[in-house]
């Protein structure tokens, strides 16, 4: 859905996701954080990249280390204050970020959708 929003371009949508944690999940895990990111170009502004879903995850809490959601809406739009979103391709990437108890912080992502 594309709609103004505060004098700036706005994409609302839903998606549908299932994807396992658990083998990042491990005994120096603290927290994943888990993120649905778009990311975009214009000729204002050549990299935009817009966090539109997130959510925690506990290595305490396995009944969420596997995300099954089907028909989300994103809990943040989708914006561009330069209104120049509309009619520009948008890439989609599942992102995480590996909290350790102990040591490095780590992340990674990979490209979900086009």
């Given at each position: 859905m594309y709609d103004r929003y505060f004098k700036e371009d706005a994409v609302s949508f839903t998606f549908d996701m299932d994807i396992d944690l658990t083998?990042?999940?491990n005994w120096n895990t603290h927290t994943i954080f888990a993120a649905i990111v778009c990311e975009f170009s214009t000729e204002v502004s050549k990299y935009n990249s817009v966090t539109v879903w997130d959510q925690r995850v506990m290595r305490e809490s396995p009944e969420h280390h596997h995300i099954k959601l089907t028909n989300e809406h994103v809990e943040y739009y989708l914006t561009d204050i330069n209104r120049k979103i509309k009619g520009t391709d948008i890439k989609i990437y599942f992102r995480w970020e590996h909290m350790s108890t102990?040591?490095?912080?780590y992340?990674?992502?990979?490209?979900?959708g086009a």
């Open positions: 083998p990042i999940i102990i040591g490095l912080y992340e990674d992502m990979v490209e979900i």
